[in-house]
């Protein structure tokens, strides 16, 4: 199964995304290599854009070390994409999703 990362707007739609196969395959395995400065640098670019350290670091040295489960990479994902504005953010099954045309009928349950 595919998961989707699900971000409820202050608008009340939704925004779906779903996290990259290629993305995960380094999370999840041998990582890409990176030594801490290019992780402490990755980092700094987030930072400088206004994401918290707390939140990217991890993110940055899952790419760096890999060794993830999906799901932890999965929610590193989730974590780094969680935007101040979203009032909630859930990681579902593709199958759980309603058909493309109805999903402004959507309700999202708090």
Not at 8 to 14: A, E, L, Q, V
Not at 19 to 33: D, E, N
Not at 97 to 109: K, S
């Amino acid at each position: 199964m595919t998961k989707r990362i699900v971000h409820k707007r202050p608008d009340g739609g939704i925004s779906i995304s779903c996290p990259s196969q290629k993305l995960l395959a380094v999370m999840t395995g041998a990582g890409y290599g990176w030594s801490q400065e290019r992780v402490d640098y990755e980092v700094g670019k987030f930072v400088a854009s206004g994401k918290s350290d707390g939140i990217i670091r991890p993110y940055m040295v899952a790419i760096a070390s890999g060794g993830q489960t999906e799901s932890e990479a999965i929610e590193l994902i989730r974590a780094k994409d969680d935007r101040p504005d979203c009032l909630g953010c859930v990681v579902i099954e593709d199958s759980d999703l309603p058909e493309r045309t109805f999903r402004n009928a959507w309700e999202w349950a708090d």
